[in-house]
């Protein structure tokens, strides 16, 4: 055998582990980036008055029957109920948990 050939047979093998290991990284960024979505869990609106008070949030409710509730009250200013998805990975884990959330 040449030293051509176990070159190009480590530049070979090489690439493949170069490319099996950009695989798996891509695959855990997109499963990593699924959490940053609420899109697709089931969720609905409510609305309620207590004592002239106003309330509004979400349901987001898991994909089996529910365990237990976590209700997440945030007063930091003027933001959405998600505050623009930051709160989308503590929602997914809870969620994947089999808790409800009301936000």
């Not at 990284?25 to 008070?53: C, H, I, K, M, T």
């Not at 029957?65 to 930051?86: C, E, N, Y």
Request: glycine share 10%; proline share 4%.
């Amino acid at each position: 055998m040449s030293v051509f050939q176990v070159t190009s047979m480590k530049f070979r093998f090489g690439a493949i582990v170069a490319l099996v290991v950009a695989m798996v990284a891509l695959g855990l960024a997109v499963w990593r980036l699924a959490d940053q979505d609420l899109g697709w869990r089931n969720s609905e609106p409510f609305d309620f008055v207590s004592g002239g008070n106003a309330i509004t949030g979400t349901l987001w409710l898991p994909d089996d029957d529910p365990q237990a509730a976590i209700v997440l009250v945030h007063g930091d200013g003027a933001q959405d109920r998600t505050s623009d998805d930051g709160y989308a990975p503590l929602i997914n884990a809870f969620l994947d948990h089999r808790r409800g959330r009301v936000g």
